[in-house]
Structures are given as structure tokens and as C-alpha cells.
């Protein structure tokens, strides 16, 4: 940017306390239309920076200034204002009704499928039909929005309509305009067409979603469903106002007349659309194979729930234009492209119940017992609140309607609630003052409630076992759920420290002992009394440290007793350890019931193997760097590579975003290395992470 265009003149900006109304001159200077221009140019780089990339390069408060130049310099004068103009966003007079438009091309719909049997039936088809062993195709995700249709003519957007019945749509071009990810004026100066038109689909982010449901909610307004629907509803507003309010975004995915001529291929002509700075779909795939769209398919349904936008298929399309010309359409659809559709998700229920679970760490955890409700496949009957001021700030209360959200196998979550004109809601969940396991008294700190109870509360001390005696922790086979259960009913064990004073009578007591199965667990545990450090204190349970902070903590202390000694401020001067961890582990160490539970597992054999603390040159050879790791490694197994990374300072994380800086790439490399691809991360094949991980001074190109 340059300093001298933006910098605040007396005749151009108003003065502080100068009045709202500004003269209307009719003669502007060379100067101004000069200025006007690169001030518009501007704004338009930096909306696109913020909307499309999320990259901003400079401050709202500078973007405000620019943007309030802009409008001052247009108040001056009117006759510079373009249609193409940033100002232009915020939207017109309502209108009485929309004017229907008919389509250049046809809009056609898809014929969807839902069965990989008939996609497979599909890709048989059109190689026959074209008389081809391999047939190239381009994957999309299959954005859950409104299709419009986009017309630019020497690159500066001039109509807009959505899709009506394929050949006839209305003219929603002035709320068009309003959507920040839609350029107004397309980059690329000479090598953009004459005349184009593209087809997109505007839909809503879900983050968004959630924000405009919520302001709607606190507003007494009626909210809407899904996002689909919120974005079709503020699309279709006769009052641009009012759309301009609203979070849209678009994406477009299809050229539908373009002069002088269009590229060879589809995906070509995606490209083509990016480089003149139109959105286009992420994650899309090209993809030789029926092999290989049916795993972009089960590559995007895995990540579905990620996703900042619904998807609810993919779109499968033959890439070269002159196959599809070939194969040619029906009435409604082409024959050259298919929808392959996700499961159906039913996502609405109604809260019955608000139960509170006990964790082993004594937090406890609001459940809403729903009815049940299919999502993706799956029927789920309860969902998580996460803590009490989540209930409050989403105000769930028993009786209501809400949306519920499943990722992978963890607890469903309760995105919010669907307001029902008209109910009768019942009183708010408050907090129970006592634990619901052993009756102790609740405190609060920060959003978590936790029981005092601690080592007599039995819901903490069966969790507690569980997890000491888990593959993270101390690996100790035939001490599971149910075994761990008998132990705490009976009275057996009453804290961790009387897993070792067990003897075989005690066990021949349990259901499903015999005097094998009590052998085999005592020297299971008797070979637990010798453990490396990390993984005691991945067994300790210890609020906040799993097994990359474990094992933080050990490099740099090398024993139990050197950690108990450690002092907040000794804690916060670690990579990787803040203030809640630090108090964390003091809070744990100060408790003198823990202190004598520890003393007590001593006295009784156990023998916690010092570590090697880091020092030499190589320690920190990684410190700060994030890696992901995919695919199979010949010279390494997952573990041992995820643990040379961290021996070394890195970290490793399961996806792939931004803030990445290698990805290692395996034999038969996952959907990561697409998404690495994408994002310009770094990828080291095997042999350059080992070197990598030797010197620390591989160069990459990303």
C-alpha cells in the first residue's frame, strides 16, 4: 500500500465535527478519479484477503478508514459511483417483487445416489459410451446452499439470479451484491473474458449460522432451521438491507458461457475462475478412477462434521468438455455428472432429562438425556453440555427443543436451541450442590464444578484405575471396567496405593476369577511396580497432563522427586506448560493425600525409572515446529516417529491446517497430504524427515 494515496487531505476527508452534509461537486480532477479508483482497488484486496483467504493485512480500523474515504469521496461526488464500488455492499431501496430473468444456459439439476453400487453403475456407463478404459473425472464437495447463476461482462458483475426452475430465474442481484466473497470486479485485466457467466452456490458458514440463530433468538425473532434454509431466506429478501446483515458466502463451481472460448476441461476452468479472483470449492479431487472417487467420497464424509460449512455429498463430473458434449443431457440433468449423496442426518430432538456424570477427576458434567434421534446412522439418546456455564450461555433447560452435532465416536453435542413459538419452558439447570456419587460438597473453578470428595468418591476412584491402568499409562492387562468396578464395590481398593497390596484370596472373590486369572493380573501388576516416568504421570491423572505434557515434564525433571519440588514460576518458564497446567501440577503435589498415596506405592515396590533430561545441542533441534504424520514409514513405526519429534521439542498433531510445518509422508498417504497440498504445507518424504530430524536444517519448498 502506499503511504501518500491514503493520507488525510483537508478537501478530500471531513474534519472532526465538520458537518454530516458534504457539498456535491460536479467537476472532479484527474486527482480524485485517480484516487477514487485506487481506494476502491484497495478495499477490494483486502475484502478479499479478509472473506475469501482469512488473511487480513491490516487493521479494522484501517479498513474502516479507507472505507469511509471511499464514501466521503462518493458523497462529493455521485457521478463516480459504479456499480462495482465496495460502497455498493450494503444494499438499496426494498424491492416490490423480484423481475424473472431467463438462464442463458440451462440451471440443470443432478440425478442424485446415495448407493455405491449405481455411482460404480454410472462410471461404467460413460467409459462405454465414450469407449474409454479410464475416464478422468473432477470431485466437488457438494455444498448444502442456493444455486445462482453469475453474469460478468468485461469482468465487472452486472446480474445475478438464482436457479428457479432450471430455464427462468429471479433477478437477485442487488442482494447478490451484498455478499463480501462475490468480486464485484474480477482480476486478470486482458486475459479475462468478454462476456461470462458461472454458476455457484451461496450458502452460510456454520459458525455463522450459529452467531445470526443467536442474535435472532435474542432479538424474539423466529430462527431458522439449518443453514441452507437461513441462507435461501436472506438471499431472497425483497429488502437488500437486510441480506446485507446476514453472513453469506459463495462458492462457484461451474462455467456456463464464456467467450471468446473455454478451456479443454473443467478443472482447468475452475482454475481459471480462481485466478480472476471468483471462490471456488475446496477440497475438490481429480480422480482417474472409481477407486479414487469413492475414497475423495468416504474422505469427505469423515470430514463432514470438521467441515466450517454443511456438504451433504459430493458432485461427480466428467472432466473434459469435449466427453460431456459427447455424453450429452437429459431433460433435467446431465449425463455426464452425478450426485453422490451422504446418509441422511436427522439432527432436531427434545431434551427429557439433564443427568450429571462424575469424571474420574472429579469434574462433573452436565448430559442431556434426549429421545432418540438418528444422526449419520448412528441413534443417539443423550449429548453433552460440557459445563455449567455452557448450559447457561446456550440456556438449555428441560423440555427443549435443541440441534444436536456428532463427530466420530465422541459424545453427540448439543449445538444450541431451536426456539418453538409458543412454549412452556421449564425452570433453568442450576449446579448441584453435592456430588451425586458420594454426597461431598461441590466447589467451582472457572466453568467446572468438581467434587471434593476425591479419593472417596467412588465414580473418581473407579476412573481413576481405569486410567492408571490403561495402554497410555501403565499398561496392566486384565484390570478393565468390570474387574475395576469389583474392586472399588467391595472395598478392596479405596485409592491407587492398594492396587498393590492385592493378594490372590481378594481376587478369587470376584466374578469371573479363577486362581489363572488371579495369577496372571498379580504379576501384571507386580511388572507395573518397575514404569518409565511419563507414564506414571500419565497414570497419576493429573488435570491437564496427557502424554505430550507428560513427557515435557520428564525431560525436564528426570524424577518424581525433582517434579514435586517444582514451583509454578520453575513450571511457566517451559515450552508448552502454561498457568493452568503449572497450577495444575502444584495443586496435585501440594495434597497430602496424594503425597501419602505416592509414599505408600514406594513402600510397597514401586520403582518410577528416572529420565534422561534433555540437554545437548539436539534437544530443542525441533522446538516449535508441528508436524502430522500419514501413510506408512518403513523405518519407523507411528509411535516411534511421533516420539523422536517430540524427544526433540516438536509436537505432533492428527490434522492438517495452517499452522502446520511438515507433514511426513508415508506409502499410501491419506487425504492429509491432499489437504497439506492445498494448504502449501511443507511435505518430507522419509528419507528427508530422517535428515530433518538429524541436522534441522532441511530447506523445503512449500
Not at 234 to 252: E, G, N, V
Not at 292 to 310: A, G, I, K, S
Not at 442 to 462: D, F, H, M, R
Request: charged letters at 25%.
Amino acid at each position: 500500500m502506499q503511504p501518500d494515496l491514503f493520507e488525510n487531505k483537508p478537501v478530500d476527508t471531513p474534519e472532526e465535527g465538520a458537518s454530516d452534509t458534504l457539498p456535491v461537486l460536479a467537476v472532479p480532477s484527474k486527482n480524485i478519479q485517480d484516487k477514487l479508483e485506487e481506494l476502491k482497488k484497495a478495499i477490494r484486496r483486502h475484502d478479499e484477503l479478509y472473506y475469501v483467504h482469512n488473511r487480513p493485512e491490516i487493521s479494522d480500523a484501517e479498513y474502516d478508514r479507507l472505507f469511509r474515504e471511499l464514501q466521503h469521496l462518493e458523497a462529493q461526488y455521485p457521478a463516480l459511483i459504479t456499480p462495482d464500488s465496495p460502497s455498493q455492499r450494503v444494499g438499496g431501496a426494498p424491492l416490490a417483487q423480484f423481475q424473472k430473468v431467463p438462464h442463458e444456459f440451462p440451471l440443470l439439476s443432478l440425478d442424485s445416489e446415495m448407493d455405491m453400487d449405481r455411482v460404480q453403475a454410472f462410471d461404467q456407463r460413460v467409459r462405454r459410451e465414450l469407449e474409454m478404459n479410464e475416464v478422468e473425472y473432477t470431485a466437488e464437495p457438494k455444498y448444502d446452499g442456493l444455486s445462482v447463476e453469475l453474469t460478468y461482462e468485461h469482468g465487472a458483475f452486472v446480474r445475478g439470479a438464482t436457479r428457479g426452475d432450471g430455464i427462468t430465474g429471479e433477478d437477485i442481484t442487488v442482494n447478490l451484491r451484498t455478499i463480501r466473497t462475490l468480486p464485484l470486479q474480477l482480476q486478470g485485466g486482458p486475459s479475462l473474458p468478454a462476456h461470462l457467466v458461472v454458476r455457484g452456490e451461496v450458502y452460510m458458514k456454520l459458525e455463522d449460522f450459529h452467531q445470526l440463530n443467536r442474535r435472532l433468538t435474542e432479538n424474539g425473532e423466529e430462527v431458522f432451521a439449518n443453514p441452507r434454509n437461513a441462507a435461501a431466506g436472506s438471499l431472497r429478501q425483497l429488502d437488500s438491507k437486510i441480506t446485507a446483515t446476514r453472513p453469506l458466502a459463495i462458492t462457484c463451481y461451474e462455467f456456463m458461457s464464456h467467450a471468446p472460448e473455454k478451456p479443454a476441461t473443467h478443472w482447468d476452468a475452475v482454475e481459471n475462475l480462481e485466478k480472476w479472483g471468483i471462490p471456488i470449492p475446496q477440497y475438490r479431487r481429480r480422480c482417474r478412477t472409481i477407486e479414487e472417487l469413492l475414497r475423495f467420497h468416504q474422505d469427505m464424509l469423515e470430514q463432514r462434521e470438521t467441515l466450517p460449512f454443511e456438504i451433504d455429498g459430493i458432485v461427480i463430473k466428467v472432466d473434459r468438455y469435449d466427453w460431456q458434449q459427447a455424453l450429452g443431457e437429459k431433460s433435467r440433468s446431465p449425463r455426464w455428472a452425478i450426485a453422490f449423496k451422504f446418509p441422511a442426518r436427522k439432527e432436531m430432538t427434545k431434551v427429557r432429562q439433564i443427568a450429571v456424570s462424575v469424571g474420574r477427576t472429579g469434574a462433573l458434567t452436565p448430559i442431556a438425556l434426549l429421545d432418540p434421534v438418528d444422526i449419520g446412522g448412528v441413534t443417539v439418546s443423550r449429548a453433552t453440555l460440557h459445563n455449567m456455564d455452557e448450559v447457561a450461555r446456550k440456556d438449555i433447560r428441560i423440555g427443549d427443543t435443541v440441534k444436536v452435532e456428532r463427530a466420530g465416536d465422541v459424545i453427540p453435542d448439543i449445538v444450541e436451541r431451536v426456539v418453538v413459538p409458543g412454549e412452556q419452558r421449564a425452570a433453568a439447570f442450576v449446579a448441584p450442590e453435592q456430588c451425586p456419587v458420594c454426597h461431598s460438597t461441590t466447589i467451582q473453578e472457572g466453568p467446572i464444578v468438581y467434587c471434593t470428595g476425591q479419593t472417596v468418591c467412588q465414580a473418581q476412584l473407579k476412573g481413576s484405575l481405569e486410567h492408571f491402568a490403561s495402554k497410555s499409562a501403565l499398561n496392566i492387562e486384565g484390570l478393565g471396567k468390570k474387574t475395576v468396578a469389583q474392586l472399588v464395590d467391595k472395598g478392596l481398593i479405596k485409592n491407587l496405593s492398594d492396587l498393590y497390596t492385592l493378594h490372590k484370596d481378594q481376587l478369587l472373590q470376584l466374578e469371573g476369577f479363577a486362581d489363572k486369572s488371579a495369577t496372571q493380573l498379580l504379576a501384571e501388576i507386580e511388572k507395573g511396580k518397575h514404569v518409565p516416568f511419563p507414564r506414571f504421570l500419565i497414570g497419576l491423572g493429573i488435570r491437564h497432563v496427557g502424554a505430550h505434557i507428560a513427557r515435557v515434564l520428564a525431560k525436564q525433571f528426570g524424577s518424581l522427586d525433582s517434579l514435586k519440588k517444582a514451583t509454578e514460576e520453575e513450571l511457566l518458564q517451559i515450552h508448552d506448560i502454561g498457568p493452568e497446567i503449572a497450577v495444575s501440577v502444584t495443586s496435585f503435589f501440594q495434597e497430602s493425600r496424594n503425597l501419602m498415596v505416592l509414599q505408600r506405592m514406594k513402600e510397597s515396590g514401586v520403582q518410577v525409572e528416572h529420565e534422561t533430561r534433555a540437554s545437548g545441542p539436539n534437544a530443542q533441534l525441533l522446538a516449535g515446529k508441528i508436524f502430522v504424520l500419514t501413510g506408512t514409514l518403513k523405518g519407523y513405526s507411528r509411535q516411534e516417529a511421533k516420539q523422536k519429534i517430540e524427544d526433540l521439542g516438536g509436537r505432533v498433531t492428527s490434522n492438517v491446517s495452517k499452522q502446520t510445518d511438515y507433514v511426513v509422508a508415508g506409502k499410501d498417504p491419506g487425504s492429509k497430504l491432499d489437504r497439506a497440498t492445498q494448504l502449501g504445507v511443507t511435505i518430507l518424504h522419509e528419507e528427508e524427515f530422517s535428515l530433518l530430524s538429524q541436522r534441522g536444517d532441511l530447506k523445503s519448498s512449500k
